[in-house]
């Protein structure tokens, strides 16, 4: 049986497509008249400060809808959901105790190139990661093992359980 996808719902997935974009350029904009009117470093302190609102906003959510904040796969699982939304390519493995969030490709990445900003999408994802997991639950914690922006053939995030 062939499913065919209706006109509608091809230009809905369009015009989400170019919403992303939309909002990479925001951010963007927004990120360069900081640098303009405040220089670098100030301009990477309040994005950094950024990317923590935006954890703290993906935490509120999540706990909003009832998830078990214990179960370190549904957490990931959700973060997995969240990056596909967000025109990512993501996945996640089990690798023992630990829950491995890989990100195969990200549109952040030749946007902060596209926007003079090359590599500095790591940061802001590892701020939002963090901040995330821990105000979703403090049993977590979450390290970055390779990163697309610097080089590696993708962007690997270990979460795992804080030894007690």
């Known amino acids: 049986m062939e499913v065919r996808t209706s006109d509608a719902a091809k230009k809905l997935e369009r015009d989400w497509r170019s919403m992303i974009l939309i909002s990479h350029d925001f951010f963007h904009r927004w990120r360069m008249v900081l640098e303009e009117k405040l220089g670098a470093e100030e301009t990477f302190q309040l994005v ?10 993906t935490a509120e959510s999540y706990r909003k ?19 596909l939304v967000m025109g990512e390519k993501a996945r996640l493995e089990k690798e023992g105790n630990d829950v491995l969030l890989i990100h195969d ?30 105000n979703i639950s403090n049993d977590f914690s979450v390290q970055t093992e390779t990163c697309l922006a610097a080089g590696g053939s993708n962007c690997t995030r270990r979460f795992f359980r804080k030894k007690q």
Request: aromatic share 14%; net charge negative.
């Open 65 to 83: 809808r009832g998830k078990d904040t214990g179960d370190l796969e549904q957490i990931v699982h959700a973060f997995v959901k969240a990056s």
């Open 48 to 57: 950094d400060r950024f990317w923590e609102l935006v954890g703290e906003g």
């Open 105 to 134: 490709a990200c549109p952040w990445i030749d946007s902060f190139r596209d926007y003079g900003a090359l590599g500095q999408c790591q940061s802001g994802c590892d701020k939002w990661f963090q901040t995330a997991l821990k």
